[in-house]
């Protein structure tokens, strides 16, 4: 099962929302998306833009979510300088292999960021991948 489909399969386990799942490449190009047929519109951009945020910056939502509260102008001017895009909260996982070698990110939208985060561990660990959440 890819990443993608082991995202929405862990949510319709839990009883979460419908999501929308994008993998990015460590290069940021994207190599899958899989959304629910009952994800709210624009879901794929805000997975999307999770997914890069965190390719962008080198860490994962949940570090993004405190430099977000800790500069906010930064990150407000962000939005303007990212092409992709920005949402700094947990949701956007880098991705890793064994070694700690960055191979993407995953990004999930469509529940509570902390819950669309618990499907993109699941499913990257599933994977025999490392999460790294930015925790």
């Known amino acids: 099962m890819d990443i993608c489909a082991a995202t ?3 949510a319709g386990r839990r009883g979460f929302a419908p999501l929308c799942a994008v993998v990015l490449d460590a290069g940021g190009h994207p190599l899958a ?5 009952r994800a709210s519109i624009g879901r794929s951009d805000i997975a999307g833009a999770k997914a890069a945020g965190c390719l962008a910056m080198g ?3 949940r570090e993004l979510a405190r430099r977000a ?3 906010p102008g930064f990150l407000a001017a962000l939005t303007g300088v990212l092409e992709r895009g920005i949402v700094p909260v947990p949701g956007g996982v880098l991705i890793r292999d064994a070694a700690g070698v960055l191979l993407g990110a995953l990004g999930v939208s469509g529940d509570s960021s902390d819950n669309d985060e618990i499907c993109a561990i699941g499913a990257i660990l599933a994977a025999g991948l490392k999460a790294d959440t930015g925790a």
């Not at 998306?33 to 047929?37: A, Y």
């Open 8 to 10: 929405l399969a862990e």
């Open 33 to 37: 998306l899989l959304r629910d047929s």
């Open 59 to 61: 860490f994962g939502g």
């Open 69 to 71: 509260s800790a500069m």
